[in-house]
């Protein structure tokens, strides 16, 4: 609270400040989570959500990757979803993907199973040279696998 203080004594706007902090999002961010949430596919009686953004998705939005994130977190905050993975495809060759839950699934152990890492509620890996088509099956049976488990 001493930095809140001296910033409000040397004259910071703080209501301004909230505002660009927390209540504020750059058109690109705006367009690139409408066509992420017109691609959401869901699994398991919705208990898993996914998306693919491709470079076309951030070409067509104009989005720096930057914009990316914090995008899951409208995944996983869906009602009755437990486990969000977003995968996002470069044109370099890789895909990274980011896992979240809000349940008991560790997302780090099934980051780990593709040499990825985290912690239990949050993890994320990268895979190089494997088209999504092979990925994405290979993820979703080791996602309904951990749904077994509870």
């Not at 998306?51 to 869906?78: C, F």
Request: net charge negative; glycine share 8%; aromatic share 10%.
């Amino acid at each position: 609270m001493d930095i809140a203080g001296k910033l409000i004594s040397c004259g910071v706007d703080i209501a301004e400040t909230t505002r660009n902090l927390y209540r504020t999002r750059t058109l690109s961010k705006t367009l690139l989570l409408g066509r992420m949430l017109s691609k959401l596919e869901f699994f398991e009686d919705n208990k898993i959500c996914t998306v693919l953004i491709t470079q076309a998705d951030m070409d067509k939005s104009e989005s720096p990757d930057e914009d990316t994130e914090g995008l899951i977190d409208y995944m996983r905050d869906i009602e009755g979803v437990q486990i969000a993975i977003f995968f996002r495809e470069y044109p370099e060759g890789y895909i990274k993907a980011s896992l979240r839950s809000k349940t008991n699934a560790d997302m780090s152990a099934l980051a780990a199973q593709f040499a990825g890492g985290g912690h239990k509620g949050a993890a994320g890996f990268k895979v190089i040279g494997e088209p999504y088509e092979q990925l994405f099956p290979r993820v979703y049976e080791s996602a309904r696998k951990m749904l077994d488990q509870f």
